[in-house]
């Protein structure tokens, strides 16, 4: 079975500069999440996504940083503009969801973002 | 929303010792409980679980209690070796309350030789 897909690695970018990340879920996995994960710290839900809906982004920095999960499979999470607080490693998970007991949640590489 | 404490957040145990790592939540409702293991530059990958209907898992060394009335769990991991240095990361989800998936803190894990 194919694992939580991440892209890119890694990425340095200077404030104020744009940036997207991109992510591809375990097929059929219904539930998507998108963490932030600053060194030192566990990971900070940013968005979550049922299918092509948003569940919760009560924590997403609206200003800035955007989210979408297109046809309810693949993801981007874009900042723009960067600031340096936003230098940490972005995680996307996936999950069965969708109502179903199976609510384990798979990780992806993450990407690793420096903001200089 | 829910939020999820945990405790140490470092911890140093001799190889062949025991480490205990405690969480709290603050959702009554929360019903599902990973614990995830996250070595240096890697993603955090689930070691054990466990839902709210079962007081406690066991898998081979590392084990999980569910106190649900004082809303807390633990990690127990047994008879340590080196590899099992690493950060460890509780969390709590309610299931059919939207899954969101909210983590602790962390508590990075030294096995010494």
């Known amino acids: 079975e194919a694992g939580v897909a991440q892209s890119p690695r890694y990425k340095i970018i200077e404030k104020r500069q744009s940036v997207a990340f991109w992510c591809n879920p375990i097929s059929g996995h219904a539930t998507l999440y998108w963490y932030q994960q600053i060194l030192g710290q566990g990971p900070k839900l940013l968005i979550q996504?049922?299918?092509?809906?948003?569940?919760?982004d009560s924590q997403l920095p609206k200003d800035r940083f955007s989210a979408e999960r297109l046809k309810g499979v693949d993801s981007t999470l874009k900042i723009q503009p960067a600031k340096l607080e936003d230098s940490a490693v972005y995680l996307c998970a996936s999950s069965q969801g969708g109502g179903t007991v199976n609510t384990e949640a798979f990780f992806g590489q993450g990407t690793r973002l420096t903001v200089v | 929303g829910e939020n999820v404490e945990q405790h140490p957040s470092t911890l140093s145990v001799q190889e062949g010792d025991s480490a205990v790592i405690k969480c709290t939540y603050s959702d009554s409702a929360s019903n599902y409980f990973p614990w995830y293991k996250q070595e240096l530059g890697k993603r955090p990958q689930l070691i054990i679980d466990?839902?709210?209907?079962?007081g406690e898992k066991k898998d081979q060394r590392i084990a999980v209690t569910l106190n649900k009335t004082a809303k807390h769990f633990s990690l127990h991991i047994t008879e340590t070796q080196p590899e099992d240095s690493a950060v460890y990361f509780c969390?709590?989800?309610?299931?059919?309350?939207?899954?969101?998936?909210?983590f602790g803190t962390g508590t990075q894990l030294k096995v010494e030789l």
């Open positions: 969390a709590a989800l309610r299931q059919g309350g939207g899954n969101k998936l909210t």
């Open positions: 996504f049922q299918n092509n809906g948003v569940v919760d």
């Open positions: 466990i839902r709210s209907n079962v």
